[in-house]
């Protein structure tokens, strides 16, 4: 069984930031890409950024560019989002995705393994 457990979500004002971390644990298990994506009720999940099994190759949806950035702790088996210059649009539920493929993807559905998601509202 493997499982991913995100935090660091919270409630802040606008131009603040945050981390938020991703673990992975359970059986033997060393996970490819991995990717945070975000979801608001109503809504599809959305891709928010991807790194690849080595850490050296990211890519972020556009209006993250600039302000997010996604890291990873391989020997921690520990995904980052740091946020930066937060806006009320970011606001949604943030969910950490793990592929058993190192090869990187913005779709959700090719992401084999799911954490249950971390809270951040960003107020105006």
């Known amino acids: 069984q493997v499982q991913l457990v995100e935090s660091g979500g919270g409630l802040v004002q606008a131009g603040a930031s945050l981390k938020l971390s991703c673990a992975v644990s359970g059986r033997t298990f060393s996970p490819g890409a991995m990717a945070w994506f975000h979801q608001t009720p109503n809504q599809e999940r959305e891709f928010v950024a991807t790194i690849n099994w080595r850490g050296d190759n990211t890519y972020y949806a556009d209006f993250v560019k600039g302000r997010f950035t996604i890291s990873r702790d391989n020997a921690k088996n520990t995904v980052y989002l740091q946020m930066n210059d937060l806006k009320p649009e970011d606001t949604a539920v943030y969910y950490c995705?793990?592929?058993?493929?190192?090869?990187?993807?913005?779709?959700?559905?090719?992401?084999?393994?799911w954490g249950q998601g971390t809270q951040v509202t960003v107020s105006s």
């Open positions: 995705g793990a592929r058993e493929s190192p090869f990187q993807t913005i779709r959700a559905n090719d992401y084999d393994y």
